[in-house]
């Protein structure tokens, strides 16, 4: 198997990003646009672009082959809280370690600017069990729900990655 290397994403990513999200399987067309609007502050690219502030934005590569993205960035008005809104890998090559390889890039980056936790809001519906799953794996804990948060049936879950 070859190398995964992370980096910082450029515009060049623009289009691989956009495409993890819509193969994801479980977001939205409404969620992609707004994964690919939050990726464009960081990259320089579309109307967004420098409007909202830094979001840095990390790609995992094979063999120069963009396999995944997360955006992420200090919680403002925060002491060491850093926030995760996006996070996909391809769907041909999941359960490879991408995802924690990912986590793990953003816990060193978060921690060298003095951060102390990572957190996240998902959705509970059971078509994010495996997403939900795969926090609880790296170390994430629940700390809470509200339910009907998203829409009726559709409750927010709020994780915690602490160092």
């Known amino acids: 198997m070859t190398t995964l290397t992370m980096r910082l994403a450029t515009v060049h990513d623009r289009a691989a990003i956009a495409r993890l999200l819509s193969d994801a399987g479980n977001f939205s067309e409404e969620e992609c646009a707004v994964g690919l ?8 690219d579309g109307p967004t672009a420098g409007v909202h502030g830094d979001y840095p934005t990390i790609v995992a590569a094979r063999e120069g082959a ?14 060491g809280t850093w926030h995760l809104y996006f996070i996909a890998t391809d769907v041909t090559i999941r359960r490879a370690g991408i995802g924690r ?5 953003m816990r060193e980056i978060a921690e ?22 795969f926090y609880d ?14 829409a009726p049936g559709d409750p927010v879950v709020y994780y915690v990655w602490r160092w």
């Open 137 to 150: 794996g790296i170390g994430f804990q629940e700390e809470g729900r509200i339910a009907d948060y998203y």
């Open 66 to 79: 963009v396999v995944g993205y997360a955006t992420f960035g200090h919680t403002p008005m925060t002491e």
């Open 37 to 44: 609007e939050i990726a464009d502050v960081f990259v320089g």
């Open 101 to 105: 390889a990912l986590c793990e890039a």
């Open 112 to 133: 060298n600017q003095g951060g102390k936790r990572l957190v996240l809001e998902t959705s509970g519906r059971e078509l994010y069990g495996g997403t939900r799953a």
